[in-house]
């Protein structure tokens, strides 16, 4: 019992949530394909949330024993890729020129088989420095060297928290100066505020915060959850024509 | 299949720097046809994509022959890389092929500049420290 800390709960909660809010975002898609809809941000977005999810239940695990495998997945799935997947949903929603968001999602995807058989296989790493209910985050350079497979996440994550938090602002900007959908302006807010959250992580650890993290992790998800389902199910319709068009080329559902 | 080695080696070694070349070669077709003249994906070029995968893939199944017999890179992230340069082309040619906006040229452009950075870390992984 002496392992069940406030850190473990708060990943057990993103788990759930990110768990649930993945599979809600993936039938939708699924449903979509099948009327024969194109939805691929809805796509992006769900695989960002398997891979916020997995690396939340990596946490989870990581708090009662140590696992390499499970340490490679929570670095991979939680510092690398759910960023930038995350932020390639937006990126389909908002540059619809030519075949520029397919061929970032081509990169992204080509960077990730990369990336993940690096880590899991190719990444030296030390379990002496684990020990139970440990954050992760203080340990992370006396597991992994520096270099290697961890050069990938600042680029990665840069990218992805600007596409996912400059869409969200670019969006709900978009709709407060046309005063147009306002449940769909608070709701990229709101998004923008979950995708900012964890990328304060780094931040918090600094300032000893650790706990914090956990939190900001998981409030994260619950405010992307919450924009997701205001802007998706937004009740209030566009009445020009041109306001159809911004609320077609900003809508997540 | 160890009497081999040498030349396989060398073959890889010198297919490495050739497949760098011809990467060049194609990037800078792909930006004159798609960036400066605006055009779309031609027959020709396409080919000639094609024959890069294929030639990549035999860089590839040399490396793999190498190692099976017992030969080991500088790096063992080199193997990573061997895998991301065959991999580089046909992700970005499925993206083109299926494209329904044209011109679709953006996708070699993507799909070369990738491959030549891949194939430089391969290189400098590939030499035995």
């Known amino acids: 019992m002496q392992s069940i800390t406030l850190p473990l709960i708060l990943s057990l909660i993103t788990t759930m949530i990110s768990g649930i809010f993945a599979a809600i975002v993936l039938l939708r898609w699924r449903a979509a394909v099948k009327e024969g809809k194109q939805r691929p941000h809805l796509r992006a977005w769900g695989i960002g949330l398997l891979l916020y999810c997995l ?3 990596s946490q989870v695990v990581l708090s009662f024993m140590w696992s390499q495998v499970f340490f490679a997945l929570w670095y991979w799935a939680g510092a690398l890729a759910v960023a930038p ?3 390639q949903g937006t990126v389909y929603l908002l540059w619809r020129r030519g075949n520029i968001a397919r061929n970032i999602e081509m990169a992204l995807l080509l960077v990730c088989v990369m990336t993940l058989p690096w880590a899991l296989f190719l990444t030296p790493m030390n379990g002496a420095a684990w020990r139970p209910g440990i954050d992760m985050n203080l340990i992370i350079n006396d597991v992994m ?4 497979v961890r050069a990938f996440v600042p680029v990665m994550n840069v990218w992805g928290t600007i596409a996912l938090v400059g869409g969200a602002l670019y969006s709900a900007r978009l709709f407060n100066r046309k005063q147009i959908l306002r449940s769909r302006m608070v709701g990229n807010w709101l998004i923008a505020a979950g995708g900012l959250l964890p990328a304060l992580g780094g931040a918090l650890i600094r ?5 914090l993290n956990y939190l900001g992790i998981m ?3 619950i405010l992307i959850f919450r924009g997701y389902l205001m802007t998706a199910n937004a009740p209030d319709e566009p009445k020009t024509a041109n306001q159809q068009r911004i609320a077609s080329e900003t809508a997540g559902d | 299949m160890a009497q081999l080695l040498p030349l396989l080696r060398d073959i890889h070694y010198w297919l490495s720097r050739a497949g760098l070349v011809i990467g060049l070669i194609m990037l800078g077709i792909a930006i004159l046809i798609g960036l400066i003249r605006h055009g779309d994906v031609t027959v020709l070029f396409r080919r000639a994509t094609y024959a890069v995968v294929v030639f990549v893939g035999i860089e590839c199944l040399i490396g ?13 992230v080199h193997l990573i890389y ?7 082309l046909p992700f970005f040619i499925f993206v083109e092929t299926t ?5 679709a040229m953006g996708s070699y452009i993507w799909a070369f500049t990738l491959m030549i950075a891949i194939f430089v870390r391969g290189i400098m992984t590939g030499a035995p420290r």
């Not at chain 1, 060297?145 to 290697?148: H, I, L, P, V």
């Not at chain 1, 300032?207 to 706990?211: D, H, K, R, S, Y």
């Not at chain 2, 494209?99 to 011109?103: D, E, I, Q, S, T």
């Open chain 1, 55 to 57: 690396g939340a239940f």
């Open chain 2, 99 to 103: 494209a329904k906006k044209r011109p």
């Open chain 1, 207 to 211: 300032l000893n915060l650790v706990e």
């Open chain 1, 85 to 87: 997947w995350l932020g």
């Open chain 1, 145 to 148: 060297q520096r270099g290697g």
């Open chain 2, 82 to 88: 061997g895998a991301g340069a065959l991999l580089a």
């Open chain 1, 219 to 221: 409030l994260g998800v």
């Open chain 2, 64 to 76: 793999l022959a190498m190692y099976l017999s017992g030969a080991r890179p500088g790096e063992e």
